[in-house]
């Protein structure tokens, strides 16, 4: 013996091979330390004879089906639940890939099952070609939606000009495009309108905070009870007094 105990494995592939633990009121094991494959170990933990925790050294799946598990919390509330107390990075995950094939890339897979034989994924990532942070549904090569180096976000684009960047290719009809590239809906129950609000800072003195504003409102209602509530409208206007409201500047009507 190299040590105050010994065990020699009686075989290659017995999950019992090694060392077992069995139950006080029967003979049921709760606990089994044996040989998996030559040279490879096995650690497998059982309730009522059935294997809850299983741990292997030679590439077999690895697993816990036993309740929750926590790290860094003592009562875990999810499959998974991980808590922190200081600052910094809570999980890691580096994908070290050796395959620099173009297009080949690794991911966070989220999978939600819908019926007995299907389901939808989403792919949370980062290009290995591009930098970008990418979040993609249902393919683990699309780009939906990526995030660059610089802080832009792409919808439809890899590479994104500006803060926000939205690409379509759909043919527009004879009406404009079936669908639009960007479609603000308010679904308040009495018609409000819609409403988009463009602002850029012009006076950076301290403390002031004066902007010029360009916005523009589409809406309608079923009946024309108002000057500004005609069955279909669009208001263009301008502030530059640092206000919000459509009526503070130059106002333009179009229905």
């Known amino acids: 013996p190299t040590s105050p105990l010994t065990i020699k494995?009686?075989?290659?592939?017995?999950?019992?091979?090694?060392?077992?633990?069995?139950?006080?009121?029967?003979?049921?094991?709760?606990?089994q330390l044996g040989e998996?494959?030559?040279?490879?170990?096995?650690?497998q933990m059982l309730d009522a004879g059935v294997v809850k925790i299983a741990l292997y050294s030679d590439g077999t799946d690895n697993y816990i089906n036993a309740g929750n598990v926590g790290i860094g919390t003592t009562s875990p509330t999810s499959k998974l639940d991980i808590?922190?107390?200081?600052?910094?990075?809570?999980?890691?995950?580096?994908?070290?890939?050796?395959?620099?094939?173009?297009?080949?890339?690794?991911?966070?897979?989220?999978?939600?099952?819908?019926?007995?034989?299907?389901?939808?994924?989403?792919?949370?990532?980062?290009?290995?070609?591009?930098?970008?942070?990418?979040?993609?549904?249902?393919?683990?090569?699309?780009?939906h939606l990526v995030i660059n180096s610089a802080g832009n976000v792409g919808i439809g684009t890899t590479n994104p000009g500006s803060k926000l960047e939205v690409h379509k290719s759909t043919p527009y009809g004879s009406y404009g495009p079936a669908t639009p590239q960007l479609n603000l809906i308010n679904t308040h129950?009495?018609?409000?309108?819609?409403?988009?609000?463009?602002?850029a800072r012009y006076?950076?003195?301290?403390?002031?905070?004066?902007?010029?504003?360009?916005?523009?409102?589409?809406?309608?209602?079923?009946?024309?009870?108002?000057?500004?509530?005609?069955?279909?409208?669009?208001?263009?206007?301008?502030?530059?007094?640092?206000?919000?409201g459509a009526d503070s500047g130059m106002f333009e009507h179009m229905r």
């Open 9 to 31: 494995s009686n075989s290659t592939s017995s999950s019992s091979s090694g060392l077992t633990i069995q139950a006080n009121g029967n003979t049921n094991d709760i606990f």
């Open 83 to 143: 808590q922190q107390t200081t600052a910094g990075n809570i999980i890691s995950a580096e994908f070290d890939n050796l395959d620099y094939t173009v297009g080949n890339r690794n991911a966070i897979k989220v999978r939600q099952q819908v019926t007995a034989g299907g389901s939808y994924s989403a792919f949370l990532g980062v290009d290995k070609e591009t930098n970008n942070i990418f979040l993609s549904n249902d393919s683990i090569t699309a780009n």
């Open 189 to 199: 129950t009495e018609g409000t309108a819609g409403f988009l609000m463009l602002s």
């Open 203 to 244: 006076n950076n003195t301290s403390p002031a905070q004066t902007f010029y504003k360009v916005g523009g409102m589409g809406g309608g209602k079923e009946t024309a009870l108002a000057n500004n509530e005609w069955g279909g409208y669009i208001n263009f206007f301008t502030t530059s007094d640092g206000t919000a």
């Open 36 to 43: 998996k494959s030559t040279d490879g170990s096995r650690l």
